[in-house]
């Protein structure tokens, strides 16, 4: 076999990490990646330009399907002592691009740069430097510095973006000499391993497999075992799950019961029953003083890790779009208000919380899912506008969290697989669901609108895109009505 069809990749090392037998099958090709849900690279390239922006005469490997080419060409920039952007290295069947790798004339020597778009720094990012430092200093390549260049999450933009306090630099060669051991150690086990990576199957012991239903490899790991994982689905079960499920106990009646959580107990016994869980007690209690007239309101947001409009701070949710359905319950009527910042060059806070502030009646109880994001919304937005502080102070005690029955399993339905999520707890309890929209997740709408500020679409792009938000954000809040609906129903709950 060539160099190339064995080559590990840092991305593989790292996989290694999150599970062994993951990083086994993908790497020998026998499952594909799991594809990324939401493209990440959005900012990336802009990300990229800022870091390299520091550096002056550096020499730019192009990525691309020419690995050898990249790697001779970063052979000759080394060779010529030049400092080089996206250096290809390779040393025996091990691979890595670094981000910068830089000559310094004063000690002769290479100074590996990695540019993170974050604001911690991760293990993740400590065993790359490691995974570097084996390739370059393999190569014979004197390793004296590592720096990282990642977020200062706390920078807030002005006027002018001030790259110097955006960008958080720092030198971790101390940090790695100091885990150097715990490293070494790994590095060990991952070469072991690849020498004998064992029966590729589920492996309790394995703490990083977490779901036996999530991973793209369940075929391969579970093969000698029946296809029932609906105990994955127990809530909290964490590594509990994973002991009783090499037990062989496979169904939720296997279970030793006694030793179940209170939570898990509801669970188990729904599906036993296949029947609703309701503790009328303690959702009679949560639906003490609700107003006649009750609002649902949820937000999407955006936020993109290089601040865009002043008074923003990296990674800072904007809100862009609301959905609003208030119902009076005494003569049932339901209106629906909505408002969606068309223009995508312009804070959208501002107009945000003045269509709200409009549309939102004052003195009624306003219920959201986790309504803490909500609540975090109109708050951030309100200090960066204090001209809406306050609207927030009289909003800020009416807010009613429609999620917390579901968390606390006051309500469970077996259709909800152990999950209380709204994508999860709406198909159970109605008939809506998410399925036959364009836009299904949090995550793609946030995603969309940044597409949509970056200026990636076409203008038929952009007025589709507005729809499928407006819509998908539509159904969150109306999801919402059809929950406390049905919730009241269930309890004939009197209004305050
Ligand atoms: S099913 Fe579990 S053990 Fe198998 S590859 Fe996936 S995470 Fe790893």
């Given amino acids: 076999m060539s160099n190339s069809s ?7 090392y790292l996989q290694f990490f ?4 993951a990083f086994h099958l993908i790497h020998q090709g026998l499952v594909s990646k799991p594809p990324q849900q939401f493209n990440s690279n959005l900012e990336w390239s802009e990300f990229q330009n800022l870091c390299r922006s520091l550096f002056s005469n550096a020499v730019t490997i192009e990525k691309s399907q020419d690995r050898e080419g990249a790697i001779q060409k970063t052979t000759q920039a080394i060779q010529d002592k030049k400092t080089t952007f996206s250096a290809h290295l390779q040393f025996h069947e091990y691979f890595t691009i670094i981000e910068c790798l830089q000559y310094d004339p004063t000690r002769d020597g290479w100074v590996i740069w990695d540019f993170r778009p974050v604001g911690s720094l991760k293990l993740d990012i400590l065993r790359s430097f490691y995974y570097h430092d084996k390739v370059a200093s393999g190569l014979g390549l004197s390793i004296i510095g590592n720096q990282l260049i990642r ?22 060669s101390e940090k790695l000499r100091s885990e150097k051991e715990t490293r070494d150690a790994e590095w060990q086990e991952f070469v072991e391993f690849r020498c004998e990576p064992g ?11 977490r779901s036996a239903k999530a991973c793209v490899a369940t075929d391969h790991c579970f093969s000698n075992l029946p296809n029932q994982f609906e105990i994955f689905d127990l809530r909290d079960g964490n590594d509990l799950t994973k002991t009783w499920f090499k037990e062989n106990r496979l169904r939720y009646e296997d279970l030793p019961y006694t030793d179940l959580s209170p939570i898990q107990k509801i669970q188990v016994d729904a599906h036993k029953w296949n029947a609703v869980h309701f503790d009328r007690k303690n959702l009679e209690l949560f639906f003490q003083n609700i107003t006649d007239t009750v609002a649902f309101l949820d937000f999407e947001s955006t936020n993109p890790y290089i601040p865009i409009f002043p008074k923003t701070r990296p990674f800072q949710h904007l809100p862009f779009l609301y959905s609003l359905h208030i119902w009076d319950s005494k003569t049932n009527e339901l209106v629906h208000k909505t408002f969606i910042q068309e223009d995508t060059s312009m804070d959208p806070r501002p107009s945000v919380l003045n269509a709200l502030s409009h549309d939102l009646p004052r003195g009624i109880t306003i219920f959201s899912f986790n309504d803490f994001f909500e609540k975090l919304i109109i708050e951030e937005s309100s200090l ?6 306050p609207f927030w102070q009289e909003v800020e005690p009416r807010f009613k969290d429609l999620a917390l029955p579901f968390k606390r399993f006051w309500v469970y339905h077996p259709k909800q697989n152990g999950k209380a999520s709204l994508k999860e707890i709406l198909p159970a309890f109605t008939k809506e669901n998410h399925k036959e929209l364009s836009i299904q997740a949090g995550q793609d709408a946030n995603y969309q609108y940044l597409k949509l500020v970056k200026k990636q679409v076409t203008v038929e792009e952009k007025k589709s895109v507005l729809e499928d938000l407006v819509a998908y954000c539509k159904l969150d809040s109306y999801g919402l009505f059809l929950i406390y609906r049905m919730l009241r129903e269930e309890l004939s709950i009197s209004q305050c």
């Fill in 6 to 12: 064995l080559r590990i990749t840092k991305s593989n």
């Fill in 18 to 21: 999150r599970c062994p037998n």
């Fill in 151 to 172: 977020i200062q999450s706390s920078y807030e933009r002005s006027e002018d973006f001030d790259l110097n306090a955006y960008l958080n630099m720092s030198e971790i």
């Fill in 199 to 209: 029966e590729i199957r589920f492996d309790s012991e394995k703490s990083k497999c």
């Fill in 384 to 389: 960066a506008f204090p001209e809406f502080r």
